[in-house]
């Protein structure tokens, strides 16, 4: 159980999420389901939070001075990501979080949602089924594509 809670907290980690929460479920000895289902979750707890307050947040961020280049270096970043999203919408969103390279995931991914100012459903839509999808190429990355497909079968 304690394994659990910790594969749930890393992925709910910015920058780390499920790229990270997988592969140390696996090195823990967590079966796949179990592995999969607690990144997953995890990894979408923070995402209806993100959508509902990032730019309120990042609104007080730019009125506090020490805070303000945080949020400008956040809305940035988001922005230089945003074309590949808006190109594709829903789709593209999907893809945008569902690919674990750096830079991508639920949080940047419901960051750049909430700021393009996408309808709450089909950003949460969106990122979870982008989240499924970096969730099931990283299990395979860590369990092994033969081993993770004959839990499939």
């Not at 796949?32 to 979750?41: G, H, K, L, N, Y």
């Not at 991914?109 to 089924?129: C, E, N, P, Q, R």
Request: net charge positive; with cysteine.
């Amino acid at each position: 159980m304690k394994n659990l809670f910790w594969v749930i907290l890393i992925s709910m980690v910015p920058f780390i999420e499920i790229r990270g929460s997988v592969p140390v479920g696996a090195a823990l000895g967590l079966s796949f389901p179990e592995c999969f289902i607690a990144s997953v979750i995890g990894n979408m707890i923070p995402v209806p939070f993100i959508l509902l307050f990032i730019k309120k947040i990042l609104g007080w961020m730019k009125r506090v001075e020490k805070l303000a280049p945080i949020a400008e270096w956040v809305e940035k970043r988001a922005d230089s990501r945003s074309d590949k999203v808006t190109k594709y919408a829903v789709f593209g969103l999907a893809l945008f979080v569902g690919i674990p390279l750096p830079g991508t995931g639920a949080w940047t991914g419901s960051l750049i949602a909430a700021l393009l100012d996408m309808k709450f459903g089909y950003a949460v839509v969106s990122v979870f089924a982008g989240v499924l999808l970096a969730g099931f190429i990283m299990s395979g990355i860590s369990y092994g594509f033969l081993g993770f497909l004959s839990f499939l079968a």
